[in-house]
């Protein structure tokens, strides 16, 4: 199975994915967590990146493509995977397409968690990483309502989209994932 997790920061996307590969065997993607390593082994990309993730910002579509492309390219990834925060663009989408469809292996779900920006506000505070302080909270949400957002239409008009409601309990917020990738195995 391969799929894409599409939600704005907070949504548990991470939190998750940690719950779906371990039922479903998947490779879990997250680019947020291949920045964070970047950026702690000071690679010139994580240094690049760490400027735009410490204002909330999305690093640019080049930089992420080119990773994401590369990691897709590795054996391990052909019995499937979860991308966890990547396309966060319609370019990014747009590229993640091409390669896909170039192999005539195209993805098979899009699972999108939805949830109430003053929820965001709460659990991401309560997280305390370094970019989760209230004003670059802020820009990112504005970077996912203008950039990520339209993604929702993008995969609906696809066929693939489906929504999650990403309030409840982790527990509970599974139990509905699994219902959908159930329903699509
Ligand atoms: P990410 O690392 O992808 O981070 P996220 O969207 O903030 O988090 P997520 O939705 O995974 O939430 P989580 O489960 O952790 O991105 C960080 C940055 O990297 C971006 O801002 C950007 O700069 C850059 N980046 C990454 N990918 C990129 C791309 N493709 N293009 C450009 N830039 C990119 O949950 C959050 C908190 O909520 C946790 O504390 C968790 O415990 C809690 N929580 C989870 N589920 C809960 C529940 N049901 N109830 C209550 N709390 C819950």
Redesign the pocket.
């Known amino acids: 199975m391969k799929m894409v997790f599409v939600?704005p920061?907070?949504?548990?996307?991470?939190?998750q994915a940690e719950k779906i590969i371990a039922k479903y065997g998947l490779l879990h993607l997250?680019?947020?967590?291949m920045?964070r390593a970047a950026r702690d082994a000071k690679t010139p990309i994580g240094i690049k990146a760490e400027e735009?993730?410490s204002s909330?910002?999305?690093?640019p579509d080049e930089v992420?493509i080119g990773i994401v492309v590369d990691r897709l390219a590795q054996p391990d990834a052909k019995k499937g995977f979860l991308l966890?925060?990547?396309?966060?663009?319609l370019v990014?989408a747009g590229e993640l397409d091409r390669n896909l469809n170039a192999a005539s292996d195209p993805l098979d779900v899009v699972l999108e968690l939805r949830v109430p920006e003053d929820e965001l506000y709460k659990?991401?505070a309560?997280?305390g990483r370094a970019?989760d302080k209230p004003e670059v909270i802020k820009e990112?949400l504005v970077a996912y309502r203008k950039q990520t957002e339209p993604l929702v239409e993008y995969y609906s008009k696809q066929g693939i989209l489906k929504t999650i409601d990403?309030i409840?309990?982790?527990d509970e917020?599974f139990a509905r994932v699994e219902k959908v990738l159930d329903s699509c195995r």
């Open positions: 939600g920061p907070g949504a548990g996307k991470g939190t997250s680019t947020g967590d920045l735009y993730m909330g910002q999305l690093v992420i966890d925060g990547f396309p966060r663009t990014q659990r991401l309560s997280r970019d990112r990403g409840g309990s982790v917020i």
